[in-house]
């Protein structure tokens, strides 16, 4: 990442009608598909600045933690190159044409410097646990091997291919004892963030290949746990004509995207990984009177994901001091008078960084989930005073607020790129934070070495959004094993090990819940679809003049369906241990009725909404088809929890 991403970027939005050239990726043929790379079993060096964590990795709250709950903070640097370093005009065989003059040849820069146990044993020594490892679509696809330039200092890498060489690199990180996360960063392998056949997933590809391309490159790592997280793509913006949005449905529906590539990575491919969902980093026109804004993760606190393991999900966002919330980077053409984030000062900083993405890690949301600022940077040669003192604040920022982080990029050449934190002369010399003289090094000790959370993290209470908008939410594995419950209607499922606790009177949104229970439902595939009253009990009404769809005796809620917005069902599962046969009933056609406390959050904004209390199950929900009415959800009966 450096400011010449949004100088393009500005300079082709300003300019309509340049004519774009996007060049086709090949298809990997089915033996390079089958080509599984070797599996890592090597026990962490002792000593080693990774520590002892054992994979998997997941979410608890705003943490994430191993497979023994204990907190692992990413402390990370993105190793690029992978993703291509071509700038998109001149020649391809010209470093000159390249970012910074480097020509990565389509792997991890460095390899043709240094020995890849040199490079690991620098970046133990710089204290980073895990590594962000950019690749393209188009590296996948490539049959082509690497020139033997671009591997001297690693001649058993000769004549491999630029996937074979990722391979290699993942090995010998994991073998290092480092996490990694996999980063989807661009299609082709030209260097990102301009309009350059890259701003979005499907800009050069279509969406069902880039989700099969994603559970490929899961599968192929799935035998090696340390490779803990899919980072799902980078950088999301729009192009010449068009802006990405969160939850519009269209083609250009990132939240739709991300929720379709995380749920097929966790089904069919790798259920242990960290499914990774950056915001929204630009829409609109960088010009002054035109509408222009980088989103990031602001959209989540209305529309969050919830995918098919509750525990998974972690969003991240990028944040540049040339950069800010309305604010390109660029500088002349396409500059706005916007603020830049080292404009700000300290507090007005800290405000924004809460208002983009912080605030999803507020325990007891919909939304909470762990948040990971998956790239950051500034030049060694740095000597403007409002960027140094912007690094300071956010690097406080972060020590501050125990973040997780991936400082970008980790590697370089000498006198090509000031912002690598380490760089390598051609005699594979060793440059950067580690050698002395470089004016970083004080803000990235007190960022590495600060104190924070560790330790087993206890379980809380996880809650969860469903959303039908555009389409099916079925967010259950027990369930999609069943087959399709009610066909031809939109449904929504809670996740394994929750309930469903709310609903909304229109929109078709509802809200999960493991609160006072945890998993309430009984071993066992027995389910029943609820479509008429044939289980309420006599004298049971409980909302007269409604039709009740209510669970059988020792079942509960975990699921609904929708025709437009009229109910269609209710998916009941048994409990573990017979609940209660009593309850209340909640109505919400007429206003919202929630617990005094909100807990999880609003999950169906401007919609009326019912939910019931931590300690009670939804055992049925009521609506009228009365002319005039609204068909949807009006009351739900919840119930005691089984004591």
Not at 189 to 195: A, E, P, Q, T, V
Not at 585 to 593: E, G, H, L, M, Q
Request: glycine share 10%.
């Amino acid at each position: 990442m450096s400011i010449t991403k949004f100088v393009k970027l500005v300079t082709y939005l300003t300019a309509p009608l340049m004519v774009l050239t996007l060049s086709a990726t090949a298809p990997a043929t089915a033996a390079q598909r089958s080509t599984a790379p070797a599996t890592s079993a090597t026990p962490e060096p002792a000593g080693s600045a990774t520590g002892t964590w054992q994979p998997p990795l997941s979410t608890r709250g705003r943490y994430i933690v191993d497979s023994a709950a204990n907190r692992f903070r990413l402390k990370a640097a993105n190793w690029d190159g992978a993703q291509g370093s071509w700038n998109g005009s001149g020649s391809i065989d010209d470093p000159a044409d390249h970012h910074a003059g480097q020509d990565s040849h389509g792997i991890p820069l460095g390899l043709d410097r240094v020995p890849l146990p040199q490079l690991m044993s620098d970046f133990r020594t710089l204290g980073i646990n895990s590594v962000r490892l950019p690749f393209s679509n188009e590296m996948i696809h490539t049959t082509t091997p690497v020139p033997d330039a671009a591997v001297t200092a690693n001649p058993a890498l000769r004549g491999e291919t630029p996937l074979q060489v990722y391979d290699a690199v993942v090995t010998a990180l994991t073998d290092a004892g480092f996490a990694v996360i996999l980063n989807n960063h661009t299609n082709t392998s030209r260097w990102c963030c301009g309009i350059d056949g890259n701003e979005r997933w499907n800009s050069s590809q279509s969406t069902g290949q880039w989700a099969d391309d994603w559970v490929f490159m899961a599968r192929r790592y799935a035998a090696n746990p340390r490779v803990v997280g899919a980072d799902l793509y980078n950088e999301v913006r729009r192009d010449v004509l068009d802006d990405p949005n969160w939850g519009l449905g269209d083609a250009h529906d990132w939240y739709a995207a991300a929720q379709l590539a995380g749920d097929r990575i966790l089904t069919e491919a790798n259920p242990n990984l960290l499914i990774v969902v950056e915001g929204i980093n630009w829409t609109g026109i960088p010009v002054d009177g035109f509408p222009h804004d980088r989103p990031t993760l602001a959209p989540v606190r209305t529309l969050s994901h919830t995918l098919v393991d509750a525990h998974k999900l972690v969003y991240s966002a990028h944040f540049y001091g040339y950069t800010g919330p309305h604010h390109s980077g660029a500088t002349g053409i396409g500059e706005t008078s916007d603020l830049r984030y080292q404009d700000m000062t300290r507090d007005q900083l800290y405000q924004v960084l809460a208002d983009q993405a912080f605030y999803v890690t507020t325990e007891g949301k919909h939304y909470t989930a762990p948040v990971w600022v998956s790239e950051f940077g500034i030049g060694a040669g740095e000597t403007g005073t409002a960027a140094r003192t912007w690094f300071g604040n956010i690097t406080d920022y972060f020590t501050d607020h125990d973040t997780d982080f991936a400082y970008w990029p980790l590697v370089g050449w000498e006198g090509h790129d000031d912002w690598a934190l380490l760089r390598y002369d051609g005699a594979g010399h060793r440059y950067g934070i580690l050698d002395g003289g470089d004016w970083r090094a004080t803000a990235w000790d007190h960022l590495m070495n600060s104190p924070g959370r560790t330790g087993y993290i206890a379980p809380g209470t996880t809650w969860r959004m469903l959303a039908t908008d555009h389409g099916d939410a079925v967010e259950s594995v027990r369930v999609r094993a069943g087959g399709d419950w009610d066909s031809g209607a939109y449904k929504a499922v809670c996740p394994d090990g929750l309930r469903l606790t709310g609903l909304a009177h229109s929109g078709g949104r509802g809200l999960c819940t493991d609160a006072a229970a945890g998993d309430l439902r009984a071993a066992g595939q027995d389910r029943t679809v609820v479509t008429d009253e044939r289980y309420v009990p006599a004298g049971g009404d409980w909302a007269s003049g409604y039709t009740k769809l209510q669970c059988p005796a020792g079942q509960f809620v975990i699921g609904y369906s929708r025709r437009g917005e009229r109910v269609s069902a209710v998916l009941c599962v048994p409990a573990r241990t017979t609940p209660s046969a009593a309850g209340r009933t909640v109505w919400f056609d007429r206003s919202d009725n929630r617990p005094a406390d909100a807990a999880g959050d609003d999950f169906a904004y401007g919609a009326y909404k019912g939910q019931c209390a931590d300690g009670e199950y939804i055992a049925g929900v009521a609506f009228t088809t009365r002319l005039g009415s609204t068909p949807g959800p009006a009351a739900v009966l919840c119930a005691p929890l089984p004591s």
